[in-house]
């Protein structure tokens, strides 16, 4: 079972809609990520957290809007979406960031997200 | 830049061994790893080789050569559980941030069969 949670599961909404996706882990990881995985692809980065700051966002489209509450929390805001954002949107965290984290990263089950 | 190579399909039969190659080039090299993803779920870490040489993890080991630029996957003992993806994966450092990027592969699908 892994240790990174985020609801919903699954999720279908409008193009003109607001809604969120939440992750949680109690790890005590300090870096914290979000990927977006289309179907046959590897994950591809959106945005990492380390230590509650924002340190990357891979040119991400403003109608995602990520935001990290504390440590344990991630969410992911999603506004005014496409089509095409339809994905598996993967949560992830790692012990830390920057030049001293390693390469294990734990993806959480991940939320499937259709845009109608 | 970096990127990373690995071959998109492999099939074999239980029982058997099969190896999954990755080649990478990268800019700032911290170590390869391994991810497994089942049809519908999240991808899971495998293992991950900073040094080279073999690390064995029960049925899996993985190889680095950091020489070649090069590591692999042996799968032993192939069961059909292990259908599967599996990403390689390198970490980049950027200098002007204080976090590394996680780059994976394109996936090497696993089609076990009977």
């Known amino acids: 079972d892994t240790e990174v949670t985020q609801t919903p599961k699954h999720l279908v909404m409008g193009m003109t809609n607001k809604k969120s996706l939440k992750c949680e882990q109690h790890m005590g990881h300090r870096a914290m990520y979000w990927y977006k995985q289309k179907a046959k692809k590897p994950p591809e980065l959106m945005f990492v957290y380390s230590y509650e700051k924002l340190s990357i966002n891979e040119s991400v489209p403003s109608r995602f809007s990520p935001e990290c509450p504390n440590s344990s929390l991630l969410n992911l805001h999603l506004h005014a979406l496409q089509p095409e954002d339809s994905a598996l949107y993967l949560c992830?965290?790692?012990?830390?960031?920057?030049?001293?984290?390693?390469?294990?990263?734990?993806f959480g089950e991940g939320s499937w997200l259709t845009v109608v | 830049g970096q990127s990373l190579e690995q071959p998109s399909e492999v099939t074999a039969v239980e029982g058997a061994i099969v190896q999954i190659n990755c080649t990478y080039q990268t800019s700032g090299f911290y170590g390869l790893s391994w991810y497994q993803q089942h049809d519908g779920g999240a991808p899971t870490f495998l293992s991950y080789?900073?040094?080279?040489g073999l690390e064995e993890t029960g049925r899996f080991s993985s190889f680095l050569s950091r020489s070649d630029s090069y590591g692999y996957l042996l799968l032993q003992e192939l069961q059909m559980k292990d259908s599967a993806s599996y990403f390689c994966a390198v970490r980049e450092v950027n200098g002007s941030s204080n976090t590394g990027k996680l780059i994976f592969g394109q996936g090497t699908t696993l089609q076990v069969k009977p």
């Open positions: 992830a965290s790692s012990q830390r960031g920057g030049r001293s984290s390693g390469n294990t990263i734990y």
């Open positions: 080789n900073a040094l080279d």
